[in-house]
Every structure is written in structure tokens, then in C-alpha cells.
């Protein structure tokens, strides 16, 4: 198979199974997210953090309920359409360019990434797509 053949469907394409919206790990939320997710959910960006969000450190990250989901998990993600950008860009993420094998070891928590490729193919697609804008892919 020619790399270059190859679309983001054919090595990711997520189950909804909700397994990476669940556990600690802080979905962190950028300035820009905070803003465009408080439009959405009709709120002022401050309150946005104060209902929403718990800090890590000093920067927020979208809270969790007592299930350990995210608040915005309801069988399905409900802000979707202006998910953060951590979210968005899933699995594509800088650290698989240290190393491509990061990429199996993230697998082994998310059903939609296949691991019947190998790490020399996947490294040039995901070279090809980090370099690409993210957020434009899903
Ligand atoms: S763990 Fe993977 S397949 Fe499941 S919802 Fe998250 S991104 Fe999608
Ligand atoms: S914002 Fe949506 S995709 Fe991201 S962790 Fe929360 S529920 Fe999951």
C-alpha cells in the first residue's frame, strides 16, 4: 500500500466507546476552547471554568462526575462540534513523532486505532498529517 493512499479512516476511526473521555488525565482546555465550548454551552468563559472545569495545576481541565467521565460524556460527546482541541485531534498526537510506537501502547486503550500496520508505513502518514492542521480532519 502506497502511504500516500492512505486516509485518516483507514487507521483510526472511533468506536464512541467513551473509554478516553473516562479516568484521570485532564482533557486540558485551551484558551481558545474555553472560549468557543462556553458559547456553546451558553456561558461566560470564567463561569464556563467555574462550573465546568477543575484546575491541574494551575491550568483547567474539563471535570469529571462521579462516574470519572467527563462532565460532557453522555453516552455520546455533547459538546462535539467544539470538542477541545485535545479531543479533536486524537489520536494524531506530537508524541507519536518522538516515537511511532507510542502509537500501539495508545492502542491498547482506543478500539478505533489499528495496529495491523507497520510503525515505519504509520509514521509517514502521521508525519504527513502532523504537518497538516489538525483540527480541519474531523
Ligand atoms: S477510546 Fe478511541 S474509539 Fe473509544 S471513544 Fe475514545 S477515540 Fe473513540
Ligand atoms: S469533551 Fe467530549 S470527547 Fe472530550 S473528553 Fe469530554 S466527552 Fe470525551
Request: hydrophobic residues 35%; positive net charge; contains cysteine.
Amino acid at each position: 500500500m502506497v502511504f500516500k493512499e492512505i486516509q485518516t479512516e483507514d487507521i483510526f476511526q472511533c468506536k464512541k466507546c467513551g473509554d478516553c473521555c473516562r479516568g484521570y488525565g485532564g482533557t486540558c482546555v485551551t484558551e481558545k476552547d474555553i472560549i468557543t465550548i462556553a458559547d456553546y454551552v451558553n456561558t461566560k468563559p470564567d463561569s464556563f471554568v467555574a462550573d465546568y472545569c477543575q484546575m491541574s495545576g494551575k491550568k483547567p481541565v474539563l471535570a469529571q462526575g462521579k462516574n470519572r467521565y467527563c462532565v460532557f460524556w453522555d453516552g455520546l460527546c455533547m459538546i462535539h462540534p467544539v470538542k477541545p482541541y485535545m479531543c479533536r485531534t486524537w489520536p494524531f498526537i506530537n508524541s507519536l513523532l518522538v516515537d511511532i510506537n507510542n502509537w500501539y501502547i495508545m492502542a491498547q486503550f482506543c478500539p478505533g486505532m489499528r495496529t495491523d500496520i507497520s510503525p515505519r508505513l504509520l509514521e509517514k502518514y502521521i508525519q504527513r498529517e502532523l504537518s497538516d492542521d489538525l483540527t480541519k480532519r474531523r
